[in-house]
């Protein structure tokens, strides 16, 4: 069974730039999840996703969407890119639209800011 | 203000010894749920464990056990005969009703050989 799958790996952006990173969630998944993380703030929760809808934005700037598609992939873009927004981006997928469901994370996507 | 709270930074133990994690929590939910989850070097969040409010039963599972008490608000983790392939950060983890996971800053736990 495939995990959840998240591209590109490692990203090297130019300051002022922008980027879309990809998510597929685990095959009948239709929740995900996106968090950032850094040395300095640690893992903080971007947005969630359940059948298109945003359930919930964590607290960034405007900068930072995502939008989630029929067949539950999502994808998440950050605009104006800023040298603090080098971060691990996480992906996380869970079964239900409850969270004792559980998640399941993806490998990340190492967003490096130039 | 910070959910969760882990306040051990590092844990540097030998093989063979065992290691206990501590996590408190904070909620003013009644229906919660916590999540151990591990962090190897390679990046991924394993899920280790998850326990929900209404069962505070404590569970060995393998090498890993856990020790719930909801009237200290904790959610403490113990690798017991650990091993080198245990290295790595440790998370808790709390869910409410909100969609989202409140992560707690991590332990590096190095297992040294």
């Given at each position: 069974?495939?995990?959840v799958t998240q591209?590109?790996?490692?990203?090297?952006?130019?300051?002022?730039?922008?980027?879309?990173?990809?998510c597929?969630?685990?095959?009948?998944?239709?929740?995900?999840?996106?968090?950032?993380?850094?040395?300095?703030?640690?893992?903080?929760?971007?947005?969630?996703?359940?059948?298109?809808?945003?359930?919930?934005?964590?607290?960034?700037?405007?900068?930072?969407?995502?939008?989630?598609?029929?067949?539950?992939?999502?994808?998440?873009?950050?605009?104006?890119?800023?040298?603090?927004?080098?971060?691990?981006?996480?992906c996380?997928?869970?079964?239900?639209?409850?969270?004792?469901?559980?998640?399941?994370f993806g490998s990340g996507?190492?967003?490096?800011?130039? | 203000?910070?959910?969760?709270?882990?306040?051990?930074?590092?844990?540097?133990?030998?093989?063979?010894?065992?290691?206990?994690?501590?996590?408190?929590?904070?909620?003013?939910?009644?229906?919660?749920?916590?999540?151990?989850?591990?962090?190897?070097?390679?990046?991924?969040?394993?899920?280790?464990?998850?326990?929900?409010?209404?069962?505070?039963?404590?569970?060995?599972?393998?090498?890993?056990?856990?020790?719930?008490?909801?009237?200290?608000?904790?959610?403490?983790?113990?690798?017991?005969?650990?091993?080198?392939?245990?290295?790595?950060?440790?998370?808790?983890?709390?869910?409410?009703?909100?969609?989202?996971?409140?992560?707690?800053?991590?332990?590096?736990?190095?297992?040294?050989?």
């Amino acid at each position: 069974k495939a995990g959840v799958t998240q591209t590109p790996r490692y990203l090297i952006k130019t300051r002022g730039q922008q980027v879309t990173l990809s998510c597929s969630p685990i095959s009948g998944h239709r929740s995900v999840s996106w968090y950032q993380q850094t040395p300095g703030q640690g893992l903080q929760f971007l947005f969630e996703y359940f059948s298109e809808t945003q359930r919930n934005k964590g607290n960034f700037p405007g900068r930072f969407s995502g939008r989630q598609f029929s067949n539950s992939r999502s994808e998440m873009n950050v605009s104006t890119l800023e040298l603090g927004d080098s971060a691990l981006y996480l992906c996380a997928s869970s079964l239900g639209e409850y969270p004792h469901y559980g998640y399941t994370f993806g490998s990340g996507t190492r967003l490096t800011v130039v | 203000a910070q959910k969760v709270t882990q306040a051990q930074t590092e844990i540097s133990v030998v093989e063979k010894e065992d290691v206990t994690l501590d996590c408190v929590y904070e909620t003013r939910d009644t229906t919660y749920y916590l999540f151990w989850y591990k962090q190897p070097p390679s990046g991924e969040l394993v899920f280790l464990i998850r326990r929900n409010s209404f069962d505070e039963q404590n569970e060995i599972s393998g090498r890993y056990s856990w020790n719930f008490q909801k009237s200290t608000s904790s959610f403490n983790f113990t690798i017991t005969a650990s091993q080198v392939v245990d290295s790595a950060v440790y998370f808790c983890a709390l869910s409410e009703n909100d969609y989202k996971l409140s992560f707690g800053a991590g332990t590096t736990v190095t297992v040294r050989a």
